[in-house]
């Protein structure tokens, strides 16, 4: 057997078994559209057109929304201080999970929430997807503006930029050149994920959307979950239609590329300087403020004693609310989160050195896809092999997605080693595992231990594995938090939203920490 095929074995299994759902969840879903009469029931529902309607708000204001402050903030900003001043808080804004930021959201713009108590205005979030697209967009701009970070080439961009404004360009126009150009080409993943969240997203959508009737996504998990064979049908159907919805802003998206590509190609405005910087600038502001706001309504609510409208601050203050809350949640959402991440960790790295690279796109696949006819799949093999409601389902199930994510952030570094290093070691008559353990690893174990913290908070946010694999008998911080959404204990709400948020906090800070150790003392990883 060759060196190198144990490796190409044993990556191609561990990624078969963690993506086998793919399939029979596409085909489960498929399957109700070759049915007539399902498609009748389907009209036949009132729900789906205000739900239609619903679901294309939230998504439209979610991903115009989050590329629109994207490029305003960064149009305005790069390069400088002040965008090395903001890219630095994108950290801690991403460690805040969807399901922690809905919930602080709510407690801010709710009619009875933090605003209408101070200046007594009125916000109707839950009104036809509105809220829920804004809460998406705000959330989303700080994922694309974390990507933009990562594709932009500061040398050879600075030296366009100083020939377009030589040219009479000024600041504004000169970036949308030059800069806009040439990063929508390389958001367009990001983006196509962005778009397939904000269809098919349901903790956030339970939590901020519309009740009833909801959005497509939370109107299909509903149809899964009913005893009915017809009502988990026209749940499959639904979550079929997602899939086409999902095709059409491909297509709207790919059109609006041409038609802006072909607009910029004649865009002169060399008489304009506008400068756009105080607006990035107060932009870049409220969407900070408005996070840093919705940890602080968790906060507040978490330790109120008595807290009604329209008071604006709490009567008083006591821990009687962590006294008695559930941490047992705490207990399985990090045991979970720690046994996916390190099994993540360990298929990333067989795949990166076994694996061939021109199948990444394909792992991608579940960031594209609908999350409920795949979660319906794995729920089906679990059942199949008799492990559902356990701990190996629950962690298998969370690995189809925590999988991608750390990939998506190990394989630029993975790509960018020094292959010299490689062909020296192999001269030396090494073998792959022992150039793996002793070259590779500690090289990129920065890196590694940057995906091992993407890896850990992507499983602590996963909401319905965790429900479908599990089979109700897994309590975590976020089904708790979704639960409690609807159940009128605002305090227990926030303490469980702000234990989500402290777990992925704690481990970015403890692998930063480590990360700087090893820079410490492995001064040739600098």
């Known amino acids: 057997m060759k060196p190198r095929t144990l490796p190409r074995i044993l990556a191609w299994l561990a990624v078969g078994c963690i993506f086998a759902p793919l399939l029979p969840g596409l085909v489960m879903m498929a399957t109700p559209a070759m049915a007539p009469e399902i498609w009748q029931a389907l009209w036949a529902d009132n729900q789906w057109p205000v739900a239609l309607r619903a679901t294309l708000n939230s998504t439209v204001i979610s ?246 409208y329209p008071a604006i601050l709490p009567e008083a203050y006591a821990v009687s609310g962590w006294q008695t809350a559930e941490f047992t949640p705490l207990v399985t959402t990090l045991l979970l989160a720690l046994a996916s991440s390190l099994a993540g960790l360990l298929v990333i790295i067989a795949w990166l050195e076994g694996g061939n690279p021109r199948f990444d796109l394909w792992l991608a696949l579940p960031l594209f896809l609908p999350a409920l006819p795949l979660v319906a799949g794995q729920y089906r093999i679990l059942l199949i092999v008799q492990q559902d409601g356990g701990w190996f389902g629950v962690i298998w199930s969370h690995l189809l997605w925590v999988v991608p994510y750390m990939l998506l952030v190990a394989r630029p570094a993975w790509q960018q080693l020094d292959p010299r290093l490689v062909i020296t070691a192999r001269s030396f008559g090494w073998s792959s595992w022992k150039i793996l353990c002793w070259v590779k690893l500690p090289l990129l174990a920065r890196p590694m231990l940057a995906a091992l913290a993407v890896g850990f908070s992507v499983s602590i946010a996963q909401y319905l594995p965790t429900l479908y694999a599990g089979a109700g008998r897994f309590t975590t911080v976020t089904t708790e938090t979704v639960a409690l959404s609807s159940g009128g204990d605002p305090q227990q709400q926030a303490i469980q939203a702000l234990l989500q948020m402290l777990l992925p906090s704690i481990m970015f800070i403890i692998t930063l920490q480590v990360s700087r150790l090893i820079g410490r003392y492995r001064q040739g990883l600098r």
């Open 63 to 308: 991903v115009a929304g989050s590329q629109a402050l994207c490029l305003v903030v960064l149009c305005g900003l790069w390069p400088g201080a002040r965008w090395q001043r903001y890219t630095s808080q994108l950290p801690l804004l991403l460690a805040l999970p969807h399901v922690a930021f809905a919930s602080g959201f709510l407690f801010l713009f709710t009619d009875n929430g933090w605003l209408a108590r101070w200046c007594g205005a009125s916000f109707h979030l839950d009104e036809n997807g509105i809220g829920l697209g804004i809460l998406l967009a705000l959330k989303e701009s700080w994922f694309l503006l974390w990507i933009a970070s990562t594709q932009l080439n500061y040398q050879t961009l600075s030296q366009q930029l100083t020939v377009a404004q030589s040219l009479g360009y000024g600041p504004l126009q000169s970036r949308i050149r030059v800069l806009v150009p040439q990063l929508l080409p390389r958001l367009k993943w990001a983006l196509l994920a962005v778009v397939a969240y904000s269809l098919s997203v349901v903790d956030v959508a339970i939590i901020l959307g519309p009740a009833n009737p909801p959005t497509l996504a939370v109107l299909a998990w509903r149809g899964l979950n009913d005893t009915d064979p017809q009502r988990v049908a026209i749940g499959m159907l639904t979550s079929l239609l997602l899939v086409g919805l999902l095709g059409l802003f491909i297509v709207l998206g790919w059109s609006l590329w041409r038609l802006l590509r072909r607009t910029l190609g004649h865009f002169s405005g060399r008489r304009h300087h506008f400068n756009i910087q105080p607006l990035a600038s107060g932009l870049g502001f409220i969407m900070t403020a408005t996070g840093i706001a919705a940890m602080a309504m968790l906060a507040l609510w978490s330790f109120a004693d008595g807290w009604f």
